[in-house]
């Protein structure tokens, strides 16, 4: 039978006669050099002589990522070690495609961080990794080519006692592998993720990489299925029942506060979320959701659009020179992305959550993401110094020693930013409002383009 315990050596004893009053602690915490104590052994067997491993499980967080469980197997007997990494974060509400152009032996550094449910390719040299053939893993862009050339290598003396002429086609193969590390030619590197848990790092950020390009999809019905996430199927009974139309009309949700258990976004320990419906004067009604967690005292506030999506996208642009004018009120949708043309800065429409804020709380938000984005540990100094530049100058806009122009783009038009005209109404003259068609690739990834709205009763 299979033994736990904790590597710091403490004993599971019963909880202390004031365990009412202590707050719990974060599952997850930021990576440090020091963190031993949440570390868990567990006695499993080695896959290698099925002699009895030690396997040691660390739950933490990768910065400007999310939170992971670190694994690590040791073998005393054979020598086997195994190192591996699962995602611990909830599946994202869609998923991701990334794609890196490498043009230089520097990208080969670039890190990685792909989960399970990820696929990778490279076309150049026809390499296909298909989802859940290897585990997830922090890796780099020359660490999944060295993985892929270790697997193939690894039964070639076998291979050419029994199929020559097949250990002779990849050691051919192989050597193409070899030759894409010196990057004489540039290849592209594609990841499609369906959960969502992958990531590539941006050595120029805050800036926008060129060579790096992002995108989200929605999954199918099958690739739901991959996930675990199953549809509930009409035919069997409902657990909830639904509400008469009319029996619970929308003025009785104002001013009503409504709660639900959830998760805490930065320890994962339970709490409460509080969601109210309120409205915004010029614009329309809103859903304000926040929580506090009392475990690591983490405080999110999130806004979703109670309307739908808008006939055109909308685009604010916010001259930010007086202190009055970081004291504008800002309705920052989900979809809605940010930009700094001066700071050459972009933030997309996923890196922000919705929020109802001001312009200073939102230039906040924006300079704490980007003061964590950086792997402290081991960044190197040049990436370290470029970034701290950037936070400099950062600090000289909030302190309005520099003039900037904020520009927020919301291809679904659920973004509000307040006037300080005499008529609210109105822009001033320091905010411009731009209405917008939007294009192919805007309604796409809306799911505008597949959405039926005439005859679906028939169809259904």
């Known amino acids: 039978m299979s033994t736990v315990s904790a590597a710091s050596g403490s004993n599971a004893t019963s909880p202390p006669e004031n365990a009412e009053n202590v707050r719990p602690e974060p599952i997850f915490r930021e990576i440090n050099a020091e963190q031993t104590d949440e570390v868990v052994e567990i006695e499993s067997a080695c896959m290698n002589c099925f002699e009895t491993g030690v396997t040691r499980l660390l739950p933490t967080k990768i910065p400007f990522f999310r939170e992971v469980v670190l694994m690590s197997f040791k073998c005393d007997h054979c020598g086997h070690i195994n190192n591996e990494m699962q995602s611990a974060s909830e599946i994202q509400k869609s998923g991701i495609r990334i794609e890196l152009q490498v043009q230089s032996v520097a990208d080969l550094n670039r890190r990685v961080v792909r989960s399970d449910n990820s696929s990778i390719s490279i076309p150049e040299v026809e390499l296909e990794i298909p989802v859940q053939s290897q585990k997830g893993e922090v890796t780099t862009v020359e660490g999944i080519i060295e993985r892929t050339i270790a697997g193939l290598s690894q039964d070639q003396e076998k291979r050419r006692i029994d199929h020559p002429e097949a250990a002779d086609s990849i050691e051919k193969y192989i050597e193409r592998l070899h030759r894409l590390k010196e990057v004489t030619t540039p290849f592209r590197l594609l990841i499609e993720d369906i959960s969502g848990n992958s990531f590539v790092e941006n050595p120029l950020a805050p800036a926008v990489d060129p060579q790096l390009k992002t995108s989200y999809f929605t999954r199918s019905q099958q ?46 320990a339970p709490c409460e979320t509080n969601m109210k419906l309120t409205n915004i004067p010029h614009f329309k009604e809103v859903v304000i959701m926040a929580t506090v967690c009392g475990a690591c005292g983490h405080k999110t506030n999130e806004v979703k659009s109670g309307g739908g999506v808008e006939a055109q996208g909308v685009r604010f642009r916010v001259q930010i020179v007086t202190r009055e004018d970081l004291t504008r009120d800002v309705l920052k949708s989900e979809t809605c992305s940010l930009s700094i043309p001066e700071l050459d800065l972009e933030v997309g429409p996923h890196a922000l959550c919705g929020r109802f804020t001001t312009v200073e ?88 383009n597949d959405m039926k709205t005439e005859g679906y009763e028939q169809e259904a």
């Not at 996930?227 to 001013?255: F, R, S, T, V």
């Open 361 to 448: 709380g939102l230039l906040v938000a924006m300079r704490d993401q980007l003061d964590g984005t950086l792997f402290h540990d081991s960044a190197d100094e040049t990436t370290k110094q470029q970034m701290q530049r950037f936070l400099d100058t950062f600090e000289d806009v909030m302190n309005l020693k520099r003039v900037i122009t904020l520009v927020l783009e919301d291809p679904a038009g659920n973004t509000y930013v307040q006037s300080l005209s005499d008529d609210d109404a109105e822009p001033d003259d320091k905010l411009a409002v731009e209405r917008y068609d939007r294009s192919f690739e805007d309604n796409e990834d809306l799911g505008l």
């Open 223 to 268: 690739q739901n299925e991959q996930l675990g996430l199953y549809e509930q199927n009409h035919e069997e009974q409902h657990l909830l029942k639904p509400i008469a139309e009319d029996a619970w009309p929308i003025e009785n949700l104002h001013g009503e506060v409504l709660q639900f258990p959830t998760n805490c976004p930065n320890c994962q």
